[in-house]
């Protein structure tokens, strides 16, 4: 282990709504002799912050704060150059996350974050994977509920089934939950931005290498009723499945032909109508920069749902997975998926970079192509359900 810096991990955006929620989970599961440190723009926040730890978890009394600025690259390179792995809730990240990435890219310092915008992972794949390569650094994106629940949870299905053969897996996603001001602000920016988004994803094109003697993609399936589920799916135009398919084509497990479809999974026609149509008006909405505004004024950033609503929250992702005759059924399942497990799985996510044994990997790198079997093993120990229902 490496230990020439000041931190074990740093987290980035700790005052933020699910900042907070991560600096807790660090504070009651960070293992003994954990050097960690919450870092923000504001230090009035960060103190007082670390005020609210330490009246529950007094060990967090002394609990270093960094202060540093999206904006400000010279505070993000020193940030980056303390610790072995940092990790940012500071969003949307096409807006402010470029410049840690960066940082990180640059030092060699293992990244992580919650982004669910697939134009800021491309764009920081073009731009920061060969120098990442180059010092080593793991820039893992995504590592919140997008993307592990499904990049797991695929990894995990594919575990059950027959070696080199080609492989077919299906998702359909269930939620009961609300979400918070910040991934409001994503959301919306991300559907304005559909242009850009396009452009990024022809850019890492160019710059990624072809798959040689392997396939392996995701699909956009049509609305369908799922047999399998006994709901309506709806082809669910997320981040996920991109990172499935990077997952599967890192990895020679997934076999020499890998498909993979991602739904949202709906009980019955009139709310599957029904969410169509609220999702359409959203985008809608999101390409007129006024309505953008004030839509976002409505549910600012650092706002979310109560402790009791999130206790109320659930997940339910089921896998359908096919491959050499045989047939599995599969779900990953937890509580709130937005913000409590959200925060779990980044701060797992970030303490398994720190200490765990994984494979040999660097440049932009998926959940499961980085941290795999360690970071299941993790989630399945945090509370995190991953169950094979059925086999055939």
Known sequence: METGRAYD???????????????????????????????????????ALRERLAARWPHCAELPLLCADADDAGSLRELALSARVVATT????????????????EAGTDYVDLTGEAEFVDRMYVRYDALARETGARLVHAAGFDSVPHDLGVYFTVQQLPEDVPLRVDGFLRVGALFSGGTFASALTAMGRGRQMVRAAHERRLHEPRLVGRRARAVLGGPRFSVETGTWALPLPTLDPQVVARSAAALARYGPDFRYRHYASVKTLPMALGGVAVVGAGAALAQVPWARRWLMERYAPGQGPDEERRGRSWFSLRLVGEGGGRRVFT???????????????????ALALAFDALPKTSGQVTTAVAMGDALLGRLRAAGIRFRVADAR
């Open 331 to 349: 779900e990953v399942s937890g509580g709130d998926p937005g913000y409590d497990e959200t925060a779990k799985m980044l701060a797992e996510s």
């Open 90 to 105: 500071v969003g949307p990240y096409v807006w402010y996350g470029e410049g840690l990435v960066a940082a990180c890219a």
């Open 9 to 47: 991990v740093v987290l980035f955006g700790a005052t933020g709504f699910v900042g907070e929620l991560t600096a807790r989970y660090l504070a009651e599961h960070a293992p003994e002799g954990c050097r960690w440190a919450l870092a923000g723009r504001s230090r009035v926040k960060l103190e």
